[in-house]
């Protein structure tokens, strides 16, 4: 079984700033790729953030200059850390974790139950 959690959400004013944490753990032999994605309503879910093993990292253009990812592997960890914070920016963000569990043959993606990001104007 893998668990991917994420927390750090809730009601900011616009300009203010927001840090999300997302933590996978269970049964993993190693984890790939960790990202986060977004989902506001009556649209679909997007990219805006992530980061590989290796470091190498991608950002969607709305998010370039505003936030920041960052993942801390002792702790199969990703964060994202949002600045400047939009109106637009409000939706519900989940994690993603490509990783390889115990057992299986390949990697999977597996995701968080999703966290609510609220910014008023």
């Known amino acids: 079984q893998v668990q991917v959690v994420e927390s750090g959400g809730g009601l900011v004013q616009a300009g203010g700033s927001l840090r999300l944490s997302c933590v996978a753990s269970?049964?993993?032999?190693?984890?790939?790729?960790m990202g986060w994605y977004r989902q506001a309503p009556g649209k679909q879910r997007e990219l805006v953030a992530s980061i590989t093993s290796s470091s190498n990292i991608n950002y969607a253009d709305s998010a370039k200059g505003r936030f920041t990812v960052s993942r801390d592997n002792a702790k199969n960890t990703v964060y994202l850390q949002m600045n400047s914070l939009k109106p637009e920016d409000t939706a519900v963000y989940y994690c993603n974790v490509r990783l390889l569990r115990k057992g299986a043959l390949w990697e999977n993606d597996y995701w968080g139950q999703g966290t609510q990001v609220t910014v008023s104007s």
């Open positions: 269970g049964s993993i032999v190693i984890i790939n790729a």
